[in-house]
């Protein structure tokens, strides 16, 4: 723990009255941080401000947030709350991350804060790089996370990045200091969560102090990321110009600076959202490309096109999406919404992301299309058919996404699946047999 606090003394450059806002959940991670940092508040004069989000996903929330703001009105700490209303259909690990920072960049704004703290730990950097490494993501992604993050006007900090789980927990043991436990954490449903409970304590069985082994691998990456930044920057200008990439100059360059000009390119385009864009998006840029065919196009989510016109690719926006469609479904599909279509080889997901077929129920080759009229389906575990624009409609999926979202059909025009949200009475259980494995993500 000395490591910490000498990390906030001698290496983040605080200065007295400087206003620090730290997210707290309540939980042992954050509110160790928050502790530790009430103390330097006490011997620097500096201005403490928690930002805590009340999710309203279970009964325990209220009292997590009466917890953390009594706390910080007995320490004279500056309490800043929001209650999440309503959450969307995303996927809730994103939506909660996306309304997480606006948050706190609202309060920094707010508070004219120099430092935004966050409790990230160890642990919490071998699961985010261990979880990208099997999805995919840049360099920089791969790394994980940075210690500290120049953001302009404020950094990000972490100051508990070289410490485990454990290491966190017996500090506030040993200080008393009361903290909530998200029930959640222990839901395998999230992600994140298999990769903490199955593979870290392997990892920690094998290397006790394999989180040290993780972080010297994040900076390792990191270095070399940065390094690439400043190459690409040095050529971006005169490869992208007015939301065109001249192909011949593009080609000359080496991989590795051309997919950091890709990433770049869709970092603008994206925002925030670019964790949306996965590995099989950006191999389909380089196929457009590197494809014999003057003319083509590639569409990404969120409506993004990408067209290949001769010498030229260029990035924009379909304002046509209603375009009827139909592609055979062979290995990989690219869907006119950006999602993807993708035939596995294996898979535990259970969801309705995933169907499994057997070859011999239905009649190949398969192919997904948008929705025509009179489109009905035999939905799993229900008896008789279904209206596909009913289902759209219990679904409550938008009028506008209605008309391209992806219908799975066999060829005798059989639907077998609606990607996302329904399957048929022709989905197998993992128990049972099935030689077809489709994805859709």
Not at 255 to 261: L, S
Not at 288 to 308: A, R
Not at 312 to 318: C, L, M, N, R, V
Not at 380 to 386: E, Y
Request: hydrophobic share 35%.
């Amino acid at each position: 723990m000395e490591e910490v606090y000498n990390f906030i003394r001698n290496k983040i450059g605080l200065l007295p009255n400087d206003t620090i806002v730290v997210g707290v959940s309540g939980g042992p991670d954050s509110m160790a941080l928050l502790y530790i940092l009430n103390e330097f508040k006490e011997k620097m004069g500096l201005k403490l401000v928690c930002a805590h989000i009340n999710h309203n996903k279970r009964k325990e929330s209220e009292e997590e947030e009466k917890y953390v703001s009594k706390y910080c009105k007995e320490n004279d700490i500056i309490f800043e709350c929001i209650k999440v209303k309503k959450w969307g259909d995303d996927n809730f690990e994103n939506e909660a991350r996306s309304v997480r920072y606006n948050f706190f960049e609202e309060v920094i704004e707010n508070y004219n804060a120099k430092y935004l703290m966050t409790a990230h730990h160890a642990d919490d950097l071998i699961e985010t790089i261990l979880m990208r490494i099997v999805r995919g993501s840049t360099l920089k992604g791969y790394s994980g996370f940075s210690k500290i993050v120049d953001k302009g006007t404020y950094k990000i900090v972490r100051p508990l990045i070289t410490l485990t789980k454990d290491e966190i927990i017996d500090f506030d043991t040993k200080n008393n200091i009361k903290y909530y436990i998200d029930s959640t954490n222990n839901e395998d449903i999230h992600t994140r969560n298999r990769y903490r409970h199955v593979v870290l304590p392997f990892l920690k069985k094998e290397n006790p102090n394999v989180h040290k082994k993780f972080i010297k691998f994040s900076e390792t990456l990191l270095e070399n990321s940065n390094y690439i930044d400043e190459q690409a920057n040095k050529v971006f200008n005169k490869v992208f110009q007015n939301g065109v990439i001249d192909i011949d100059k593009f080609k000359s360059l080496e991989k590795v600076i051309q997919t950091k000009i890709i990433y770049n390119i869709l970092e603008r385009i994206y925002g925030d959202d670019l964790l949306i864009i996965r590995d099989a998006h950006v191999d389909l840029i380089f196929d457009l490309i590197n494809s014999n065919k003057s003319n083509s196009i590639v569409h990404l989510p969120n409506n993004v096109i990408i067209i290949k016109s001769y010498g030229e690719i260029s990035f924009s926006y379909d304002d046509d999406v209603n375009d009827e469609y139909e592609i055979e479904i062979d290995t990989l599909v690219n869907l006119p919404s950006g999602k993807i279509i993708e035939v596995v080889n294996d898979s535990f997901d259970t969801s309705n992301n995933t169907i499994r077929l057997n070859s011999n129920e239905v009649k190949l080759p398969l192919y997904v299309r948008n929705r025509r009229q009179g489109d009905k389906i035999e939905v799993k575990g229900l008896n008789g058919t279904k209206k596909v624009n009913d289902i759209f409609i219990d679904e409550k999926i938008k009028t506008s996404d209605r008309d391209i979202w992806p219908i799975v059909l066999d060829a005798e025009n059989t639907v077998v699946w609606i990607p996302g949200l329904k399957k048929s009475k022709l989905d197998k259980k993992i128990s049972e047999e099935y030689d077809i494995i489709l994805r859709y993500y």
